[in-house]
């Protein structure tokens, strides 16, 4: 089956701790993504990677890092998370750029 | 730059009434419009897209919207809703370099009652 899956779903973690939610698809897909949602504002892109190797910042960097070693992964990194990273993060892939997303289920994460 | 404003954040309705979500974009150039759904504790689903051509798009579960370039909108309609339906619906444009980012609305949380 054709997937985005993410783990893990839930974290609960404390200020400072380093983290890493994982991304893997499937699909042979070039492009991936990981977005933040929040209520009231939607979806924010944080970063995005059109290639193994290439990466790019989305519209709320800060405080994340990514990584593209293989095509398939796409891990997110918060190197000292804090309470305003608390939030729903979605993973998503596409064929490449100009085509529809498909997203993951979601990794619900809570920084205390 | 590019961005999306959904118009209203909350609609409520009443099983089997018609529905409209309505999307405005705000763009220089050539878009690619999308609306994806989310049901509770779900990640989003592509509903439908306009990428060109003809400018009423029919999606999946009997949604459709249209696009209006003169009045930069993509609003969605369904004629006849269920509780099924009920949901949060995002529209979103996707901007950037060879449309690398996917730029979205606020959401609007559409609930159908019985």
């Known amino acids: 089956e054709a997937q985005v899956t993410q783990n893990p779903r839930y974290l609960i973690t404390v200020t400072g701790k380093k983290l890493t939610v994982t991304c893997s698809q499937n699909m042979n897909h070039e492009y991936m993504s990981w977005y933040r949602q929040d209520p009231g504002l939607g979806l924010r892109q944080i970063y995005y990677?059109?290639?193994?190797?290439?990466?790019d910042k989305g519209d709320v960097p800060e405080g994340y890092k990514v990584s593209r070693k293989e095509k398939r992964n796409f891990p997110l990194i918060l190197e000292s998370p804090s309470p305003n990273q608390t939030s729903l993060y979605f993973c998503?892939?596409?064929?490449?750029?100009?085509?529809?997303?498909?997203f993951g289920p979601g990794t619900r994460l809570t920084v205390t | 730059a590019q961005s999306v404003t959904q118009l209203d954040s909350q609609v409520p309705v009443f099983e089997e009434a018609p529905v409209e979500l309505r999307c405005n974009y705000s763009?220089?150039?050539?878009?690619?419009l999308f609306w994806y759904v989310q049901y509770p504790n779900q990640g989003l689903q592509l509903l439908l897209k306009y990428l060109s051509g003809s400018t009423l798009v029919k999606g999946i579960n009997g949604f459709e919207a249209e696009f209006n370039k003169s009045q930069t909108s993509f609003h969605l309609r369904k004629p006849s809703v269920h509780i099924s339906d009920t949901a949060e619906y995002f529209c979103?444009?996707?901007?950037?370099?060879?449309?690398?980012?996917?730029?979205f609305g606020e959401g609007t949380q559409l609930t159908v009652n019985p």
């Open positions: 763009s220089s150039v050539s878009v690619y």
């Open positions: 998503a892939s596409s064929l490449n750029t100009g085509y529809e997303q498909y």
């Open positions: 990677s059109m290639n193994v190797e290439v990466t």
């Open positions: 979103a444009v996707l901007t950037g370099t060879s449309g690398s980012r996917l730029t």
